[in-house]
């Protein structure tokens, strides 16, 4: 199996990715540090900011999986083309 390059869409979203969850961590950590108690907002906070991650690792698992899709789809085509070459031939 032939090793695909890694895009700028991914590289971007991997340094994203991880910019978000260090400054989330990061901005929830000082206010808690601040506050010194967990109150509603900072509840929903933290489930705001692992939503957010969860959505960008399924946007990742999406370009990968669309980008295979498209190879094989490339793959089908290429030899359904074959097909009609060695079809031509033998009529």
Same mark, same amino acid.
């Given at each position: 199996?032939?090793?695909?390059?890694?895009? &700028? !869409? @991914?590289?971007?979203?991997? #340094?994203?990715?991880?910019?978000?969850? #260090?400054?989330?961590?990061?901005?929830?950590?000082?206010?808690?540090?601040?506050?010194?108690?967990?109150?509603?907002?900072?509840?929903?906070?933290? !489930?705001?900011?692992?939503?957010?991650?969860?959505? !960008?690792?399924?946007?990742?698992? &999406?370009?990968?999986?669309?980008? /295979?899709?498209?190879?094989? &789809?490339?793959? #089908?085509?290429?030899?359904?083309?074959? @097909?009609?070459?060695? /079809?031509? /031939?033998?009529?």
């Amino acid at each position: 199996m032939p090793q695909r390059k890694v895009g &700028t !869409f @991914e590289i971007i979203l991997l #340094i994203v990715g991880i910019g978000v969850a #260090i400054l989330g961590f990061q901005l929830i950590n000082q206010v808690y540090s601040i506050e010194k108690e967990i109150s509603w907002l900072m509840v929903i906070a933290i !489930f705001n900011w692992l939503m957010l991650l969860v959505l !960008f690792i399924l946007l990742s698992l &999406t370009v990968d999986a669309s980008k /295979k899709q498209l190879e094989e &789809t490339k793959k #089908i085509g290429d030899m359904l083309k074959q @097909e009609k070459i060695k /079809k031509r /031939k033998l009529i």
